[in-house]
């Protein structure tokens, strides 16, 4: 079996749908797409994709909301891979978020601003400038 990398998908949990989606278009400047869920899957879940590739390097994923799972800080931060985080960060207030942490070196690993979204999720932003 070959090597694959060690996350292939992550999941954002939200509890307002229309507010986050508007804040991560806004951010990113993407259109998210409604997920065909699967049969059984029930009422109560509701989720939305950012744009990618599944033949490119790097994982992709949705927002997701479900009755009884909390969106907020807890234990997996999430990097989203920007040109410039900087100027991806500069949008995040706007958009209804928080910066918590400008745009900081990593040294040779480029550069990251933190930032909490419109539900409470710690989210990081990358770049290589």
């Not at 706007?94 to 480029?110: F, L, N, T």
Request: aromatic fraction near 10%.
């Amino acid at each position: 079996m070959p090597a694959v990398n060690s996350v292939n998908w992550f999941e954002i949990y939200v509890q307002d749908m229309a507010r986050a989606r508007a804040f991560y278009e806004s951010v990113f400047r993407i259109r998210l797409e409604a997920l065909k869920l699967p049969e059984g899957s029930g009422e109560d879940l509701e989720m939305w994709s950012f744009p990618g590739d599944m033949e490119r390097y790097g994982a992709n994923g949705a927002l997701c909301r479900m009755a009884g799972v909390p969106s907020g800080a807890g234990g997996t931060l999430v990097y989203f891979a920007c040109e410039d985080c900087g100027a991806t960060g500069a949008r995040v207030a706007s958009a209804g978020g928080r910066v918590h942490r400008e745009k900081m070196s990593i040294g040779e690993y480029g550069f990251i601003v933190l930032a909490f979204d419109t539900e409470g999720n710690l989210i990081g932003l990358h770049s290589m400038q």
